[in-house]
């Protein structure tokens, strides 16, 4: 049995949702480990981001997004309004819980409790989750002539460093 782990460093871009298509530096971290057949696991610590499997779309917006990725967007908005002020219909993330993240003093929770307001963020992951599993067959990610795996970072407060694990479990 051969077992193999890796993560991935994305930067997310802090301004609005960020796709990442990690679908290459799977298939990388697959030949470069000699698998052959198991399954892949990937999947995110934070709780503002999920790995999701979709079609790639090869048209654009103005952004960069690619028009998929444009359109779960704008679903999204109207079902998961951003949390732009305390004041709007979110209880997250609350006094007591807030607090504990203060004082954290880590990276991820910086003292300014206004980046903390992103109960949009936690939601929209919860919705999608936090991995994708793949099967690989005869040294091939079975995800289809068009399908890709994206990393996707739903917070839009800040610009930061993500981490994504990659984990294959086969021969």
């Known amino acids: 049995m051969k077992i193999a782990e890796k993560e991935l460093i994305l930067r997310s871009n802090g301004r609005r949702v960020t796709y990442h298509n990690i679908t290459e530096e799977i298939k990388k971290f697959l030949d470069e480990n000699g698998v052959k057949n198991g399954i892949c696991t990937v999947q995110s610590q934070h709780t503002t981001c999920s790995v999701i499997f979709e079609e790639f779309v090869h048209d654009l917006d103005y ?65 999608f989750g936090a991995s994708e599993t793949l099967v690989v067959k005869e040294e091939k ?26 984990h294959f479990i086969g021969e």
């Not at 999204?76 to 993240?101: A, C, T, W």
């Open 63 to 127: 952004n960069g997004d690619e028009f998929l990725q444009a359109d779960l967007n704008h679903v999204l908005d109207r079902i998961v309004p951003r949390e732009l002020s305390e004041n709007m219909n979110y209880r997250y993330p609350g006094q007591k819980h807030l607090d504990f993240l203060l004082s954290l003093n880590h990276k991820d929770h910086p003292s300014d409790s206004a980046v903390l307001l992103n109960g949009d963020a936690h939601i929209r992951a919860s919705i």
């Open 141 to 166: 990610l079975m995800t289809g002539v068009v399908g890709s795996v994206y990393f996707i970072d739903f917070d839009q407060n800040r610009v930061r460093d993500r981490i994504c694990y990659l």
